[in-house]
């Protein structure tokens, strides 16, 4: 069973800067996909950042310019760097994990998610 924990959550005031760590219980390579979710209290869960196992990344409009995914092979983690941070980024942030086969019949997925970690920006 694969885990990820999130770890790097916290208070934070307007402007300020935090980073997030996931940490996967084998090696991140193995995925196809890792990623940042976020969800804030009534609302919907979404999505944040992603990174694919090429390198490739993408971002939310919100967040795009003051956030960065990132990942270290070395240490198994997928790290959120978020800057200039807004009260509208308070949520519980989620990691998240796609392990995809190709088969005969069609591709074969597994999901993977984490525990989430709050982050409240707030003065």
């Known amino acids: 069973q694969v885990q990820l924990v999130e770890s790097g959550g916290g208070l934070v005031q307007p402007g300020g800067s935090l980073t997030l760590s996931c940490a996967a219980s084998?090696?991140?390579?193995?995925?196809?996909?890792m990623a940042w979710y976020r969800q804030a209290p009534g609302k919907q869960r979404e999505l944040v950042a992603a990174v694919t196992s090429s390198g490739s990344t993408n971002y939310s409009v919100p967040v795009k310019g003051r956030f960065t995914i990132s990942t270290d092979n070395a240490k198994n983690t997928v790290n959120l760097s978020m800057h200039s941070l807004k009260p509208e980024d308070t949520a519980v942030y989620y990691c998240?994990?796609?392990?995809?086969?190709?088969?005969?019949?069609?591709?074969?997925?597994?999901?993977?998610w984490g525990q989430g970690t709050q982050v409240t920006v707030s003065s």
């Open positions: 084998r090696p991140i390579f193995t995925f196809n996909s």
């Open positions: 998240y994990a796609r392990h995809a086969v190709r088969r005969p019949t069609g591709w074969d997925t597994a999901d993977y």
